[in-house]
Every structure is written in structure tokens, then in C-alpha cells.
């Protein structure tokens, strides 16, 4: 079983309309984040959920609007589709008090 | 400034050598983490290794190993006897602060390491 899965894993889609990536981990997690990697690979936070209370909100246009119904899941809105915001966004979870933080696997968004 | 860097965009290396892969970082803060993460082509984010400011001992992981230098504010990771499959993007990460809520990963820019026959 994956542990951090999301969906979907690739994403073709015009400017202007509005999509979600869902995230779900079953680790056991109560923080959950979503990084964007851009087209030089760079890796950037964007939001982090801890126990389903938004505690980092990385200067995103507010375009983007996660939503964490319970601690198991995360998802990504984005209104508005631009072509900047073509990129793979990574949903990612620790535990409090533990060290590491596992990766789903990328979700790839192209905005035409 | 940079909080993570990697000044090695990308890297050769024979399979069956050893391989160091550079990071710097910069914080203030004395509780902090040190990550590795191996992406390779196919996309996903693998952890590799991780170093806590406070651990003695440079960590260790099968092949892997990390060169924690405090005072040098480095944290190389060392892959030894590279294999095919080693070839990939590898990131440095930091986090500050413990290990409590809230914690996030700044990333380096990566470096793409080709293991050659």
C-alpha cells in the first residue's frame, strides 16, 4: 500500500479552469504538506496542515486553497488556472516528534 | 541568502566508486535536521538520510552516509560503490527548529548525479 498517494498523477488542463489534487496518507500522520517542484526542479513549501489547522501559508496567491478534512487527508484547489502554476505539486506527511517526512509521489500539472 | 546550497549542479561518477554530493546550509537556530532526498527520473521524492544538529555520530544508511562538519556548516552526503540505479536528482534539506508541529523542508537547487559504467 502506498503511504502518501495522490491524485491524480498527471493533469492536462486549459487556463482559467479549476482543478484539486487530492492527497491521503495512512501512516498514521497529523501534519501534512503540499511543496511545489518548478520546472528547474526547485522544491518550495506551500502550505502545511497540523491535526487539520493550517499552521504555514507560504505568500500563495490565494488562488490555491487547500482544505484538510481530518488529518489523513490534504487536498489542493486551484482556481483560475495560469501557466506559471505548471508544475509538480508534492503532497507530503510527518509525525509530530518524528524526524522524517515521506513524499507522495507527484502529481504533474500542465496548464495549456 | 541561500539557506541550502549545492554547488554541484551535476556530477559523474564510475559505478563501484564513491561519490560525495556538497551541501552548505545557513540557520541561526541550534536545534535543526539535515535531510537527503533521491529523485530520480521517474519523479518520486525518496528519503535517503537524515542528521539532527545534536547527534554526535554522522548517520548512516546501507551505501549511504552523511559528512556532518557543524563547525563548516556542511552536511555531504557520501554514496559508496555506486550502482546504475543511483543515477538521479539528489536534494539537501533542512529543517529548523525540533521536531515539534509545523516544521517545514527548505531545499537546495539538486544535483543530478549519472552513474557510468
Known amino acids: 500500500d502506498t503511504a502518501v498517494s495522490q491524485t491524480p498523477k498527471y493533469l492536462v488542463t486549459q487556463m482559467g479552469n479549476d482543478k484539486s489534487i487530492k492527497c491521503e496518507q495512512n501512516?498514521?500522520?497529523?501534519?501534512m504538506y503540499w511543496y511545489k517542484q518548478d520546472s528547474k526542479k526547485f522544491l518550495k513549501i506551500m502550505f502545511s496542515?497540523?491535526?487539520?489547522?493550517?499552521?504555514i501559508n507560504e505568500t500563495v496567491p490565494n488562488r490555491f486553497s487547500p482544505k484538510s478534512p481530518d488529518k489523513a487527508h490534504l487536498n489542493l484547489h486551484i482556481n483560475s488556472l495560469e501557466l506559471g502554476d505548471s508544475a509538480v505539486y508534492f503532497c507530503?506527511?510527518?509525525?509530530?516528534?518524528?524526524?522524517?517526512?515521506?513524499f507522495g509521489e507527484g502529481s504533474w500539472l500542465t496548464v495549456v | 541568502a541561500q539557506k541550502i546550497t549545492q554547488t554541484q549542479p551535476g556530477m559523474f561518477v564510475q559505478e563501484k566508486e564513491a561519490v560525495t554530493l556538497d551541501c552548505t546550509y545557513d540557520?541561526?537556530?541550534?536545534?535543526?535536521?539535515l535531510f537527503w532526498y533521491k529523485q530520480p527520473s521517474s519523479g518520486e521524492m525518496i528519503f535517503l538520510i537524515y542528521?539532527?544538529?545534536?547527534?554526535?555520530q554522522n548517520a548512516t544508511e546501507g551505501r549511504y552516509s552523511l559528512n556532518f562538519q557543524k563547525a563548516r556548516k556542511s552536511a555531504n552526503l557520501v554514496i559508496s560503490a555506486s550502482q546504475l540505479g543511483d543515477s538521479a536528482m539528489y536534494f539537501c534539506?533542512?529543517?529548523?527548529?525540533?521536531?515539534?508541529?509545523?516544521?517545514?523542508?527548505?531545499f537546495g537547487t539538486g544535483t543530478q548525479l549519472k552513474v557510468e559504467l
Open positions: 540557520t541561526s537556530d541550534q536545534s535543526y535536521g
Open positions: 534539506a533542512m529543517r529548523e527548529g525540533g521536531s515539534g508541529g509545523g516544521n517545514k523542508l527548505t
Open positions: 501512516l498514521g500522520h497529523d501534519t
Open positions: 496542515y497540523n491535526n487539520k489547522e493550517l499552521i
Open positions: 507530503a506527511s510527518r509525525r509530530t516528534g518524528q524526524n522524517t517526512i515521506y
Open positions: 542528521q539532527g544538529s545534536y547527534d554526535e
